[in-house]
């Protein structure tokens, strides 16, 4: 950084808090942000017990810093914050805190990150049939894009129908019908997501068995890895439309980056880092 200390006493620290948390890009495409602009920050990876999220959040918010939450911290994040945005307030989630006017702040942006890289995938899905796998965190940000994109319906499947329960309320008053599908049952769909954990390693078992999914669905997992996840890859195998978690993850750290900063990053910069083999 033009001669100076990467890191010094007015150094801004920002951290991604999750469990697990080792896997995840945002350390390396936001260093690689903040370095191209001079930015005086440094993002770090802290794993963190759901117990010790919420004082973790505020204590580093408090000290001029912000940063992201992560798998399985999103909704305590969000009961944390002193200041939520309408996105948080809507999706009982949160995935990006920072400090601002005295206040403990949260956004949730995987809700345009999501629209943004489903859109750019798949265009307009208006009156789509959705089938989402999962009820967590991601799950509520995916849900909320998705009654915005006006599509006709979508059936949450989860492995447990109460926590799938608790999302209705986040399609209330749109036009999106909102459905539980139970545990084991299949239905049809235009769009697939998996909005679970399942295939962030090597031995999980697919989020859905891809042998009677019809043509023409398409696959967003919101998973990403290195290369494509072995689910992507065996739907596109199969001649589906199927995408990763890479470009969501790109879109919701650019939205987050704006929060922190009041200013853009370069996207060719995040989208080099993320793609680089570091
Ligand atoms: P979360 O809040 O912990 O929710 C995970 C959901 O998946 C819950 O419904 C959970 O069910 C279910 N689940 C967990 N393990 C499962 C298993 N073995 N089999 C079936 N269901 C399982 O996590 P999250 O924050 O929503 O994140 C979910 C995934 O999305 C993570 O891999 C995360 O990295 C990814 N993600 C990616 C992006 C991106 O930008 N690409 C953004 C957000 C999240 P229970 O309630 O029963 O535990």
């Known amino acids: 950084m033009n001669g100076s200390p990467l890191v010094s006493a007015s150094t801004r620290l920002l951290a991604i808090l999750g469990d697990p948390v080792a896997h995840s890009r945002s350390p390396i495409l936001h260093n690689a942000a903040m370095r191209t602009l001079l930015l005086d920050g440094v993002y770090l990876a802290l794993q963190c017990t759901t117990e010790a999220c919420p004082s973790l959040l505020r204590g580093i918010a408090q000290a001029g810093g912000g940063g992201n939450i992560t798998i399985p911290h999103k909704e305590i994040a969000a009961r944390a914050l002193e200041r939520s945005s309408a996105s948080v307030q809507r999706t009982g989630a949160c995935n990006t805190y920072w400090f601002e ?6 956004d949730n942006t995987d809700v345009e990150g999501f629209s943004q890289a489903a859109q750019s ?54 036009a999106t019908r909102f459905e539980i599908l139970p545990p084991g049952a299949s239905a049809r769909a235009d769009l697939l997501i998996n909005g679970t954990p399942l295939g962030m390693h090597d031995h999980d078992a697919w989020p859905a068995q891809l042998a009677d999914v019809e043509p023409g669905t398409r696959i967003f ?38 929060r922190w900063w009041q200013r853009d990053p370069q996207l060719d910069v995040m989208r080099a880092a993320l793609n680089s083999t570091d």
Do not use: H, N
């Open 101 to 106: 006017a005295g206040q403990v702040c949260g």
């Open 121 to 174: 995938a798949f265009g307009d899905l208006r009156g789509a049939e959705v089938l989402l796998l999962g009820a967590g965190g991601a799950a509520r940000a995916v849900l909320a894009a998705l009654c915005d994109m006006s599509v006709a319906l979508v059936r949450v499947q989860a492995r447990s129908p109460q926590r799938a329960a608790q999302l209705a309320g986040i399609a209330t008053g749109s």
């Open 221 to 258: 997992d919101l998973v990403y890895r290195a290369q494509e996840t072995p689910w992507v890859r065996a739907a596109l195998a199969a001649g589906l439309q199927a995408v990763d978690g890479k470009e969501m993850l790109l879109q919701q750290a650019v939205a987050a980056f704006r």
